[in-house]
C-alpha cells in the first residue's frame, strides 16, 4: 500500500503562483510514475500532468501547457506541481496519485494510488 500526503493548496490571485507537493510512502518511489489531476465543481477529474519514475520523461495537458511544471525529487519521494499564472478555470481539487509502472498513463485507470486532494482556488 502506498500512501500520498499532499500539501500546498489554498487560495492565489489571478496570475498568481502556487507549488503543490506531494510525498509518498515506500522504498520503490523511483519505480512509480507519478501524476497530477483535478477536478472543478461539477466537472470530470482531468488529467493535468504526468512524469515517468526517472523524471526524464514529463506530460501536460494543453490547458496547462507553458505555466504548470511537474517534478520529482526520488530521494525525498516527493512530487511537485509548481503552477505559474494561475487563471481562474484552474481552480479545482487537485489530486496527486501514483501508478505502479515506470512509464507514464494519461487516465485514472491507469493510477493505483491517490491522494486526499488539495483545494486550489485563483481569484479574479
Known amino acids: 500500500q502506498v500512501q500520498l500526503v499532499e500539501s500546498g493548496g489554498g487560495l492565489v490571485q489571478a496570475g498568481g503562483s502556487l507549488r503543490l507537493s506531494c510525498a509518498a510512502s515506500g522504498r520503490t518511489f523511483s519505480s512509480y510514475a507519478m501524476g497530477w489531476f483535478r477536478q472543478a465543481p461539477g466537472k470530470e477529474r482531468e488529467f493535468v500532468a504526468t512524469?515517468?519514475?526517472?523524471?526524464?520523461?514529463?506530460y501536460y495537458a494543453d490547458s496547462v501547457k507553458g505555466r504548470f511544471t511537474i517534478s520529482r525529487d526520488n530521494a525525498k519521494n516527493t512530487v511537485y506541481l509548481q503552477m505559474n499564472s494561475l487563471k481562474p478555470v484552474d481552480t479545482a481539487v487537485y489530486y496527486c496519485?501514483?501508478?505502479?509502472?515506470?512509464?507514464?498513463?494519461?487516465?485514472?485507470?491507469?493510477?493505483?494510488?491517490w491522494g486526499q486532494g488539495t483545494q486550489v482556488t485563483v481569484s479574479s
Open positions: 512524469i515517468s519514475g526517472s523524471g526524464g520523461t514529463t
Open positions: 496519485a501514483a501508478r505502479t509502472r515506470t512509464i507514464v498513463a494519461f487516465s485514472q485507470p491507469g493510477y493505483d494510488y
